[in-house]
């Protein structure tokens, strides 16, 4: 968890990721913000996000992105 | 073809009740046909035009959707000229485009009233109210006359660039520059009226027109695609795809980040027949992907500045290229219809495709496509508007781009990179000292140089001074446009100086890369 909110909060050292869970609707994170999640996840968890695993319901909250990333590494 | 309203009366007549444009957000899932924007347009001219306003700059400041464009053409009707501002664009930098235009006149919308900046002498017209004037006889007789009076060199609209002092460059085009573009544009895309358009660029940069004016031109429709969709790249081709969408130009950070995802193993887009791109460099390893998954498509790189009204130069994709070798770029081709470029050296002498010495210089370009210059200021516009160094016996402006380029093996145009330290972001335009100046303002900041990492794709800014950098980054939030905020910020306890004085950027990007 440490590791992806310091990749969070790089982009957005203004959020309190920890607590967010509406990252999305509430347009904290837009298109620029999810090119570089995506890339530092990936490069970072060794993992590959694939592309229909990029959808809102994922982005909401640092808990559900790291449960994508969780339920990748399997 | 003088005005470019004729495009909408011939359309208007020939596909009345075809949708023109229509939005895709759920709240803005509403449309116009080419009756209804024709009929939105003159009635809000009708009332500019009974409050005496002429040749003026009316500022447009709605949410992207058909009526914004409707906005649009209601300037170009009452015989005034546009500027679209949107509500992402930071208050401090819409202060700064309203300090030069000194508007006397806005249209708004509900959603966007709130945010205006005070304008004590400026004429508010909320869209929803304007658009429901009567056109009576001597508001038509108005309208009419502006249409006698038209001529081609007037101006259309002014787009806002990044400016390297600060404060944004607006960039004025004429009915004759916006003609002459979209009559080429038109040929090049092969636009008529089965063309289904997918929308990405803002309407605030002058990249929109490839859609807007293609769009009223050849009775084609448009679906304006909010940025919201952008970031879920199978909701997007999907999207594409429920629509029957055919051709889109977008910039090619969009194309990247759905190759990038690997969005075609789950998704392919079945109805593009045209895909073009632009606006900054297009990995060739990108493009393959693309190629690869539809295979009867055809791509075409767009290339040009802004101050030569959207692209002057084209190239359609015909054979493969290599993606082994990092270097390989695609070329920017020829020059459209109409358009010369002409490539010169730093003395100004011209190189010529076929001297095949691979020689680079800077692209200059001459046309109807030049724009009028830039917006309240002569001198840039001297400065970068110049005497076409071939011709010594008549007036004869070339733009001077910045940009420097080369012809390959194919007698190709191709671009290379800036003279100065301007640079393109996820497509759009960036003066790095405009970021930097704008760090600097921040008063606990001393000093601040941003470079751009172009294989990541990243803006990256150094500074010194008594703030943290997550104070810095809440200060630029609110003083950049979120294009331009930088990807990182990074403290420094000294800044690196060379010998002469001048901030060391390559020593900065070497600290970056190492680190």
Known sequence: MEQLLKILQDLHSDIDFD????????????????VTIVAEVNENFDV?????????????????????IESLDD | MINVMEYLDITAEKYPDKVAFCGNSSELNLSLTFRQL??????????????????????????KSPYAVAANFAAVYSGN??????????????????????????????????????????KTYLYSEAALTEIDESAENALAGVRERAIDTDPVYIVFTSG????PKGITASHRSVIDYIENLSGILGVDDTTVFGNQAPLYVDACLKEVYTTIRNGATSYLISRETFMFPVKLVEFLNSRKINTICWVSSALSMIAGFKTFDTIIPEYLRTVAFGSELFPVKNLNIWKTALPNTRFINLYGPTEATGMSCYYEVNRDFDDSDNSTR????????NTEILLLDKDDNVITADSNTGEAGEICIRGSCLSLGYYNDFAKTAEFFTQNPTVKSYPDLIYRTGDLGSYNDYGELVFHSRKDYQIKH???????????????????????????????????????????????????KVNLPRYMLPNRIIALDE???????KIDRVMLYNKYSGS
């Open chain 2, 164 to 167: 390297s002092t600060g404060i």
């Open chain 1, 48 to 68: 590959q996000i694939p592309a229909d695993k990029i959808v809102p319901e994922n982005f909401n909250s640092a808990a559900a992105l790291l449960r994508l």
């Open chain 2, 81 to 122: 000229l546009y500027v679209t501002i949107e509500r992402e664009m930071p208050r401090h930098r819409i202060e700064m485009i309203f300090e030069n235009l000194k508007p006397r006149a806005v249209i708004c919308e509900e959603s966007t009233y709130d945010l205006l900046p005070d304008l004590p002498n400026a």
């Open chain 2, 426 to 476: 996820m497509g759009y335009r960036i003066e790095l000292p405009e970021i930097e100046t704008a760090a600097c303002r921040n008063e606990q900041t001393a000093l601040a140089c941003c470079i751009y990492d172009n294989e990541k794709g990243k803006l990256i800014l150094f500074y010194t001074g008594t703030c943290s950098a997550s104070e810095l980054t809440k200060y630029l």
């Open chain 2, 330 to 337: 695609i070329p920017i081709g020829h020059a459209f219809r």
């Open chain 2, 495 to 501: 800044m690196p100086f060379t010998p002469n004085g």
């Open chain 2, 38 to 63: 024709r009929e939105n347009s003159r009635r809000i001219a009708s009332r500019i035009l009974s409050d005496g306003f002429y040749k003026e700059p009316i500022v447009v400041f709605m949410e």
């Open chain 1, 19 to 34: 607590s967010h869970t509406a990252l999305i609707d509430d347009a904290v994170l837009d298109s620029f913000d999810i």
